[in-house]
């Protein structure tokens, strides 16, 4: 059986409990709905079209979209426009282009 994706939101911590043990018990993979942080390697400046997909398939209306790219060199600037332009509906937060040398830290502030 390929894995299963068990996406919740969870106000008190509850839902995310009962998503986790649901995660454990059939190898499952979890994403939490609110906030919603993407990443993705940028390809030619932009997205690669599997997180379109993700995007159209999953309703992130009203959830605050965080965005981090992985890269040689491009920043995160061009794909970070072009998924605001797409999908003018949702509500992109912020950018980043990480290297994977960044501390916890760094990523704590970023999401703050």
């Known amino acids: 059986m390929s894995k299963i994706l068990i996406s919740y939101f969870s106000a008190s911590g509850v839902t995310k409990s009962v998503a986790e043990k649901i995660a454990n018990a059939i190898d499952g993979y979890l994403f939490e709905i609110e906030p919603a942080v993407l990443g993705f390697p940028v390809w030619w400046y932009t997205a ?3 997180i379109n997909t993700f995007i159209e398939e999953n309703n992130l209306e009203g959830k605050k979209i965080y965005v981090f790219v992985t890269s040689g060199g ?10 605001k332009n797409t999908y003018k509906n949702l509500n992109f937060i ?10 916890d830290e760094d990523y704590i502030n970023w999401i703050k």
Do not use: A
Not at 74 to 81: A, D, I, L, P, V
């Open 48 to 50: 690669p079209t599997i």
């Open 74 to 83: 491009s920043s995160s600037e061009g794909s970070f426009r072009d998924l």
């Open 94 to 103: 912020s950018n980043k282009r990480f290297t994977g040398r960044e501390t």
